[in-house]
Every structure is written in structure tokens, then in C-alpha cells.
């Protein structure tokens, strides 16, 4: 039996799209993981000396280097890569390609950050960005960001090649069918709600002045960080917090509907599972939201509250067990795991067959 060829996998931290992304590459490549992320942010040279180590130890026997993100934790395998020619790739997600000074959202905020996301964009291998508005589109959903966002417009002589790779799931995780949905129910889930800039950043805000209109709906917002008690709430919001993938897919199958009205998102594995699950998505116009929603969702394309409570309401007036049916399949067809191995694996023995 031949021995897998090694891939060094590096990641800022463990996340539920990391893991995803973990257990693909695992079916074919023997994964070293090197998880970046330091416990303070003094300690980010410490953990570059770390992984400099990491590095010398693991790059004369590997295949291919691969980054989920682009970041500090970037830097040191892109010049390893060019230095012991090897082919790099970072999975552009979407923080590291936004701009939105005023939530101070996205790499490019941060001078010495958006350094380190310029030359690891510059100078990898290849891109994979999970959706082709994270190299440039632009942007009209919210003043709040840059009319142009994606990576080619805040990075200078970007030329980078790049291949579009959406992220993939496993439909048999979730149920769909013969479930009993909470009528006129709306659900939303971020991590850290009420913290810093998420409510702004993830619509919370939005969702929170729209939901009076509608005394007949729930609005459940999983993902309350703890200690976070909001001084107001109309009655009809219900404040959970963050919840495992079990609970998780226990809510996604009891809502009717799924709320994913980001400032900004690039590829966002909730609203897939929760369409998986048979919920309906409402969602913004921003990066991939359109295209994941698709013909059985609704889309608002300009942040406002008024404009939101005209979509619920056209969402609510729909035939909710047709979407339902719809989002499912839709996800299914376009978005599954099996999908973004494929494109993955032949785009790395492009690279490694060089």
C-alpha cells in the first residue's frame, strides 16, 4: 500500500469549516495541521518561532502547502514555498479580502495585517477563493464598505492565479423532510452576538429594528455571547446562545426560515445547512448570499428596514413548503462535499504535477 503524501494545513484556528476542510483533505492527503492562532495577540512572534519549526521540520517531505486564509499564519509558508519550491494555495474566505473601516471589519484595517494579507495573496502558488466576488465585485449594499471590495483591489500588482472553489457539505447530515417547522419562524446564527461590531456586521441590528413589525414571527438569534444582555427586545425575539452542531441542526429543522443579512460573507456554511435543513434563506446582497440562495430564496439589495419588512413580508406570502423543498436540492446539487474535493484534488495535482 503506497503511503499518502504529506500536506501541511495551516489555519488561524479550528472552525467548523476548518474541520470540514480538514476531514477532505485527510481522505487522500496524510494532513500535518499547525494551528496559528495565539491566546494574545503579544504572542504572535512567539508562535511564528513556532511554526518557523514547524516549517524546517516538515518541508523537505511534504507535497503541498495549503492556508485557510490569507493572515499571519500565511507569511511564513508562502516563503517557505517559493524558497523550497513547493506549490502553496490559500483558501480566500472572506475576512481576509474585506474593507469596512467604519466596523473596522476585515484584514485590510489593520495596516501591519493587511501587509501580511498583501505579500501572502502576492506571493502564493494559487488562490482558491470560495467565491469569485472575493478577488473584486462591487459593492452597493451598505455604505460602510468600499463600492469595490475582494482581494485584487486592496492588494498592489495583484496577478496571483486563482481557481474559484465553492466550500462543499455532506447532505446527509441534515433533515429536511417530514419535520414540524414553528410557523413564521426566522432564524439567525453568528458567534459573539452583542459583541464588538457583530450585531452591525451580521444584520443583528437590522433584525432587531425590523422584528416589531411582526408580532406574528419569532425571530431566534442563536449565537448570544455570554454575559450579553440587550436592554431591549420586542417579545418576539428569542436569545440563545451558542450552540453545537446537534443543536444546531435541531433549530435549522425547526425554523421556517433562515435570516443571513451580513455587511459582508463570503462563503457562510449556516445559511447552506440551514437551507440543507429545509429553511428558507432571506439574505443580502453580498458575496455569494445571491448565488447560494438562488431561485428559492429572497435577496434584499439595499440594507434598510423598511426594505427588509417589504421582503419578509413577500417571503411570508410565498409557498414556504415549496422553497423549502427547493433550498435543499439547491444546496444539494451545487454545493456538495463531494464537489469541492473534486475541484480541490485537481487543482493540486495541477500544481504538484508542475
Known sequence: MNEQ???LFFFPNRSSFVERDLSLLQSRYRVIPFEFNPSLKILIPFRFVVQFIFLCRHIFSTELLVCQLAAWHSVL??????????????FLAGTDCAFFPSIRYGNFCKPALARATAFSARNATHLAPKHL??????????????????????????????????NGFDASEYISANVHRQPHSFLTVAAGIGTSNISQLKGIDLILQTAVRFPQCTFTLAGVAKGVRFAELPGNIICLPAQSQQQLRALYASHQYYLQLSLSEGFPNAVCEAMLSGCVPVVSDVNALPDIAGSCGFVLRKYGAEELEALINRALAADVEALSAQAAQHIRENYSAQQRQTKLFELFDKLTSV
Open 5 to 7: 503524501p504529506k500536506l
Open 77 to 90: 509558508p508562502v516563503i517557505f514555498s517559493k524558497l523550497f519550491r513547493k506549490p502553496s494555495i490559500i
Open 133 to 166: 466576488s472575493l478577488i473584486r465585485a462591487p459593492y452597493t449594499y451598505h455604505p460602510s464598505g468600499f463600492p469595490e471590495q475582494g482581494i485584487a483591489c486592496f492588494v498592489s500588482n495583484f496577478a496571483t492565479p486563482y481557481t474559484v472553489i465553492p
